[in-house]
């Protein structure tokens, strides 16, 4: 592309040239797959009829192996809001797949768990090795080589990057991602979070609060807040892995079962069978791994993928960190302003202009590769436009020439912020994501003594008793992935904004994570190296001054920690399932390269 920007040029061709030996590894291990596994005539008639066995009036087609083979790996269960639609999706996608003379089969089961069930709970301590889980479990069911190519359903936090992790280890075949939709909006987020603050502070009850979430994730479908299950679904279509424009469709419509259907039709035009091989190792390369940054810059996406991204890019042999995250986040501007950085929600922005705009106004702007492999055979240029339906044919529109919400969609001409909000911070404490889009400027910079907690309950307790009714930089430390998972601390975002808008100056450090609806309060989270790798955080006191600044970078402190005894280390995690889940822990990377165990010990 002549006008891209200069500054995304830069971090693409140094991405590529630090990835160049893991990359031509990653692409040779495909290459072999594809040779050994480039059909099912390997397999002996033994291992081929368990295949098809109860594939009923498809087993002739899959036992002739002339017909193509469509594996579905699903995260159905109806616990899960955003998952709940994907329970009649196999049967339909077989049809589908008939339509055109092919077949599919339901490859395997991920897990789906959602963290808005165990936040702040026991639970939430096994989330993040639920994605290297969800990875395995991808792995495990594509292990029986009887597909030409792969559908992923999956929405949710940890769903969407382990099926990505896992599917690009069978990168010789050509995948495509089918979201299911969010709900209908409900109660106003202004409401929603009004009611959440009042709980807080005790002048509201459970009843009251109960009714108020109730009235928000009320129905079928992805939750509508752009948190990190929306914030995939924007990826997934800057990195070209959806049909156009699929992401944000609502579930139970017309419209959404035909791009599902279309999506459908097209994985079998991909395949070595079909006339148009676009495997998917050849989509996730370092072009659509920046594309994924760019949309999560111009869009206020969580901060959680500033560890999913790392830890999916390193799937495809490709090394990316957060300076590469920081030196974008200053080209790239903000264009869209959804909740919680906005007043609107995802259905909000859908309707506004949705995807269509914001990937229109990106590669106009030269922000964007424009020039990647994409599910789509008409280019990234196609996820410039919206899907509908004329009389019941699917067709694509251009997306709205004027934005229809200008205080939620604008241009990158007149942007909401200069920069994508994201920033990486560091000092004699670490190095750690700031994540500036939600939180005003003139709390950019904080610097006060620190209180030093080791659990979130304890921060809770310490707010209730009033003990932080002062200018305060909460430290949360121990939670990291190798302490216990590095569970979202989340539910510290009321409290923190009730100090906030007491009128205190209010920061929280942390090597835990927090999720795309971490709010308005400034925040260093993901700090690296965590307390327990010997991480300085480990050594701070309470009454230490700490300075977190979004304007200069900086996270540090004054107090001289050499010679000081590091904190005490936690005990092991138990109940909950969390002691099955020591093997991650003790073997976890740093947050920056993606916080793997699966990674590290695999040597990728």
């Given at each position: ?63 002739t192996g002339k017909a193509i083979n469509v594996g579905i ?69 594509l292990s029986h080589a009887m597909y030409d190519g792969m ?454």
């Amino acid at each position: 592309m002549s006008n891209l920007s200069p500054v995304v040029a830069r971090v693409t061709d140094r991405i590529i040239e630090r990835s160049k030996p893991t990359r031509a590894r990653y692409l040779a291990m495909v290459d072999r797959e594809a040779g050994r596994h480039s059909d099912r005539s390997f397999l002996s008639c033994s291992n081929l009829a368990h295949g098809f066995a109860a594939s009923g009036e498809d087993k002739p087609a899959i036992a002739t192996g002339k017909a193509i083979n469509v594996g579905i790996v699903t995260a159905y269960n109806d616990m899960l809001s955003a998952h709940q639609p994907y329970g009649r999706y196999p049967e339909q996608m077989k049809l589908y797949a008939r339509e055109v003379g092919a077949t599919a089969q339901v490859a395997g089961g991920v897990p789906a768990m959602c963290d808005g069930v165990t936040q702040g709970f026991d639970g939430m301590e096994l989330s993040l090795f639920s994605r290297d889980t969800i990875a395995l479990s991808t792995a495990v069911s594509l292990s029986h080589a009887m597909y030409d190519g792969m559908t992923l359903l999956g929405i949710c936090d940890k769903i969407v990057p382990g099926l990505v992790m896992g599917a690009l280890r069978f990168g010789h075949l050509p995948a495509v991602f089918i979201p299911s939709g969010p709900m209908p909006s409900g109660i106003s987020n202004k409401e929603k979070q009004k009611v959440r603050q009042l709980y807080a502070e005790g002048k509201v009850g459970r009843e009251e609060l109960l009714a108020s979430e109730s009235a928000s994730y009320h129905s079928a479908g992805t939750c509508t807040f752009y948190g990190t299950a929306n914030s995939n679904q924007m990826m997934m279509e800057m990195m070209g892995l959806h049909m156009p424009g699929a992401a944000f469709v609502p579930p139970g419509t017309s419209l959404r079962q035909a791009v599902t259907r279309a999506a459908v039709h097209r994985v079998t035009e991909m395949t070595r069978k079909g006339d148009d091989f676009r495997p998917m190792a050849h989509v996730v390369d370092e072009k659509a791994i920046v594309n994924a940054i760019v949309g999560l810059l111009a869009t206020g996406g969580s901060t959680n993928h500033a560890i999913h991204l790392p830890a999916m890019a390193r799937c495809a042999g490709i090394h990316i960190d957060w300076q590469d995250f920081d030196e974008l986040s200053a080209a790239v501007p903000l264009i869209t302003r959804v909740y919680p950085n906005g007043s609107g929600d995802v259905n909000h922005f859908h309707a506004a202009g949705g995807m269509g705009w914001v990937v229109r106004e990106l590669l106009d702007a030269g922000l964007a590769h424009e020039d990647i492999l994409t599910v789509s055979k008409d280019g990234m240029r196609a996820y410039a436009t919206e899907p509908t339906l004329d009389d019941g044919e699917l067709k694509w529109k251009p997306a709205p020439a004027v934005s229809g919400d200008d205080a939620m969609l604008s241009t990158v001409a007149k942007p909401f912020l200069p920069d994508g909000g994201m920033r990486l911070v560091s000092g004699n404490l670490g190095r750690a994501t700031f994540k500036t889009s939600a939180v005003d400027q003139e709390r950019w910079t904080i610097e006060a003594p620190c209180r030093v907690f080791e659990t979130q309950e304890a921060v809770i307790n310490a707010f209730k008793a009033g003990e932080l009714d002062r200018d305060v930089v909460v430290v949360v430390r121990h939670q990291g992935p190798r302490a216990n998972g590095m569970p979202e601390l989340h539910k510290l975002t009321p409290p923190l904004g009730v100090l906030q808008d007491r009128g205190f100056k209010v920061a929280l450090v942390t090597d835990g994570r927090m999720s795309g609806a971490s709010g308005k309060v400034p925040a260093a989270i993901h700090v690296t190296p965590e307390a327990l790798a010997d991480g300085p955080i480990a050594y701070l006191q309470d009454g230490d001054i700490v300075r977190l600044s979004a304007e200069d970078g900086t996270l540090s402190t004054t107090a001289d920690l050499s010679g000081r005894t590091p904190a005490p280390l936690p005990a092991p995690a138990e109940g909950m399932g969390r002691e099955l889940f020591a093997m991650f822990r003790m073997n976890a990377g740093g947050a920056e390269q993606g916080g793997s165990s699966m990674l590290e010990v695999a040597g990728l």
